[in-house]
Each structure stands twice: as C-alpha cells, then as structure tokens.
C-alpha cells in the first residue's frame, strides 16, 4: 500500500530551484533511503513531503490517516538545558508513563526516562528521538540523517534498530544518510538526489548506476568501494558498463566528491 508519494514536486527558495520535478513514494513496510551531496534538497524533499515547506508545482499525496514520526535532522534543542528523557518524550505532546515506558524499550533504552537528555551518549540520543517518533504510532518514520556524529558500530546497530521497527510494527521507512555501505545493506530502495532523482532502486542496481558512481565517485578508501569489494569481489574500479551513457543529460561533475570519501 502506498503511504507516501510524491509527483513532480518542485520547490524553489529565491532564484535556486532546490527540487525539480521529484516523482517518487513509499509503500508500507518499505525501508527507502535518499542518498545525495550536501545542498542537495534531501532535507527539503522530506519537508515538502510533510507539508512544512511549500511547493512552486507538484503534488504531494498520502494515504487517508496516515500517521508519521519525524525526526529532524536537526534538532533546535539546547543539550545543556536540564531536562529528563521522560518529559522529552511529552513534548510537544504529552503521553503516559506506560506509552513512554513502551517506546523508550522499543528502542532498546528501558528505565532510561529519569536520565537528563544532557548525560546521554550519541547513539541514546538518537535512539531517544526514534522513541519519541514512535509515540504517534506512526504508519511512516521519516528520519533525517538519524545516525549522524555516530560511529560506525553505532550506525549499524541503529539501523539494525530500525529493522525491528520495520518488522515490529509494519512502518514504512524513509530516512536521509550519508553513511552508504551501511545504508546498501540496510535498504530495499535507495533514491539518488541531486536537485532531481539521478537514479532509484535497489542497493545493487543504484550501487551500479553511471549517476551514482558520478555522485559518489569510486575513491578506493570509499565506503562504495568497500561494499563493491564485499559484493562483488571485484577490485576493477573501471565502470563495469561498457559505455557511460548519462542518460540525465544533467552535469555531476562539479560536486566535490572527497567531502563523501568516507574513510573510516
Ligand atoms: P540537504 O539536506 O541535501 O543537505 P537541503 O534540502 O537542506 O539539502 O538544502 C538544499 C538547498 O536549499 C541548500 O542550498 C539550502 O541552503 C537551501 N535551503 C534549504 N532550506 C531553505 C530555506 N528554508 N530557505 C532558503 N534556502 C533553503
Ligand atoms: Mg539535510
């Protein structure tokens, strides 16, 4: 069933067209990720979808009583502000001891509501925002950037996390990262964002895409390269089409690709 969609949605600030014409949507149970440089309208497309930002033309559309959590990919909170996980999760809307207690286990974190938002470490941080995200019993989570200032061991176990939920409750999935090897893995669809969709499908067929590749470069000390090595067992870093054929007729090449290297 179809949760979310969107039809040639774009969305300007001033002059700079930020979104072009962005068809795409999520279904139940689906795990989607949007992938794509800084700046390039990852955040604005899920807010489009929300309906906190406007669009020039385009549609959005959702399914009757759908309900979803969001998490922002920044949240305007002050950390050193005294305040305890349980009265963060009642804002802005209040919920009951039991609620809180269910969500705050959900998440791998029970008993932890008297502890100060302030003590927490970054992975509870961000598991503490799922939690609150799951109160609204959402039919569909959008997650924006969630594992970010995670390390790797964090980011896995946060996107095993987001599995269970996935399983656990039937919601669909759409999540913003930059982390790609753990996203390939993680994902059953994975969008390609630069202003407009470069490419979309499967980790395996968007992984081989001549967009992508041109988004996030082959760097051997990438973590594409790491996912490709593990995969495929090629160490080629040549293009394994036999003829680069941009099919989007859009330039990628000015966009700074040692930014995306991950390197560890
Ligand atoms: P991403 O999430 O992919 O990094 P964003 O969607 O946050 O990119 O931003 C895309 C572009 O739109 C950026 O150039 C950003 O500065 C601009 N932008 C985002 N939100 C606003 C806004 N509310 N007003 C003006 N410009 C904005
Ligand atoms: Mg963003």
Redesign the pocket.
């Known amino acids: 069933m179809m949760l979310l969609s969107a039809q040639k949605l774009t969305v300007r ?1 001033g002059a ?1 067209e ?1 979104l072009s014409g962005v068809t795409m949507g999520i279904s139940a149970g689906e795990i989607v990720t949007v992938l ?1 440089p ?7 497309l899920l807010r489009a979808l929300l309906g906190i930002v406007g669009a020039v033309s385009g549609t959005v559309t959702r399914s009757a009583g759908l309900r979803i959590g969001y998490v922002p ?1 920044r949240l305007t909170m002050d950390r050193a502000m005294p305040m305890t996980v349980r009265r963060f999760l009642s804002l802005p809307q209040r919920v009951d001891d039991a609620a809180a207690d269910t969500a705050l286990g959900r998440v791998g974190l029970p008993g932890l509501g008297a502890q100060q938002m302030a003590a927490l470490s970054g992975g509870q941080f961000q598991r503490v925002l799922l939690a609150r995200a799951l109160l609204v019993q959402p039919h569909l989570l959008i997650l924006d950037e969630p594992t970010q200032g995670l390390d790797q061991p964090g980011e896995a176990a946060f996107y095993r996390l987001i599995e269970e939920v996935r399983r656990d409750t039937g919601a669909g999935v759409l999540m ?1 990262s930059h982390d790609l090897h753990v996203v390939m893995a993680a994902s059953d669809r994975v969008i390609c964002l630069n202003h407009h969709i470069c490419c979309e499908g499967t980790p395996r067929v968007v992984s081989n895409a001549p967009e992508y590749r041109a988004l996030f470069g082959l760097g051997t000390q990438g973590a594409l390269a790491l996912y490709q090595h593990a995969h495929d067992h090629s160490h080629d870093h040549a293009p394994h089409a036999p003829a680069h054929h941009d099919h989007s007729g859009h330039d990628h090449s000015g966009h700074d690709h040692a930014e995306h290297d991950h390197a560890g």
Request: glycine share 24%.
């Open positions: 600030f700079s930020v794509g800084n700046g390039s309208g990852k955040s604005t990919q913003v």
